[in-house]
């Protein structure tokens, strides 16, 4: 039982490069969410999915570009990084319905950027 | 709109002396509420959420947390501290049904414990 499994977990970019954050889940989840971690901020919302082929922005979504082919991923791109995408990267995914629905996390991915 | 206030960014306890982290929310609607717990350069592990049932609602290792709908709160505590237990504590506020994949967290906790 794999649950969330994101990659890469440790990545350096260059300003200007592009990269893909992979997120998997095999637990069949509809909801599926990107967050980034900096300190003193708590996690903040990137952009969200409740199913497959519906995507929509969360509260910083700029730089950011996000798809929801399968119900199993939900890759979240860097469209050309900047250092202030220096970031610790969450993925998160849940049942729909209950809000008391548990919310499992992946690893994190901790991204450099130069 | 839905907001979580952690009202300490910082907070030292002896080990063995009980622990209060406290966290008050802002919604619109019957909360869901929860309480991460992250370990240093670790992921987040849920220690215990609310969901509209017992309003004391039990955790791991020990915690336990209070829904006061009256105070908007939901402190979380734990009668003994173990070293164990340093981390950074997130709460964490969900969305209604229809926004449920939407978390909203406070900007956290750090737990220091000092022998």
Avoid at chain 1, 6 to 32: I, R, W
Avoid at chain 1, 82 to 110: D, K, L, M
Wanted: charged share 15%; proline share 4%.
């Amino acid at each position: 039982n794999a649950g969330v499994t994101q990659t890469p977990k440790f990545q350096v970019l260059k300003t200007g490069q592009s990269m893909t954050l992979q997120c998997a889940q095999d637990m069949n989840h509809e909801y599926m969410s990107w967050y980034r971690q900096d300190p003193g901020m708590g996690l903040r919302l990137i952009h969200y999915s409740v199913g497959a082929g519906i995507t929509d922005q969360g509260e910083v979504p700029n730089g950011y570009n996000v798809s929801r082919s399968t119900t199993e991923d939900f890759p979240l791109r860097l469209l050309s990084a900047a250092p202030s995408q220096t970031s610790v990267y969450f993925c998160a995914s849940s049942n729909r319905g209950s809000s008391g629905n548990t919310i499992y996390f992946g690893e994190g991915s901790w991204l450099t950027v130069v | 709109a839905q907001s979580v206030t952690q009202l300490d960014s910082h907070v030292s306890v002896s080990e063995g002396t009980p622990v209060l982290l406290r966290c008050n929310y802002s919604s619109s609607y019957s909360p869901s509420l929860f309480w991460y717990v992250q370990h240093p350069n670790k992921g987040l592990q849920l220690l215990l959420k609310y969901t509209s049932a017992a309003t004391l609602v039990k955790g791991i290792n020990g915690f336990e947390a209070e829904f006061k709908k009256s105070e908007t709160s939901f402190h979380l505590t734990k009668p003994s501290a173990h070293m164990s237990d340093a981390a950074e504590y997130f709460c964490v506020v969900r969305g209604a049904t229809g926004t449920a994949s939407k978390l909203t967290f406070g900007t956290g906790t750090r737990l220091q414990v000092t022998l």
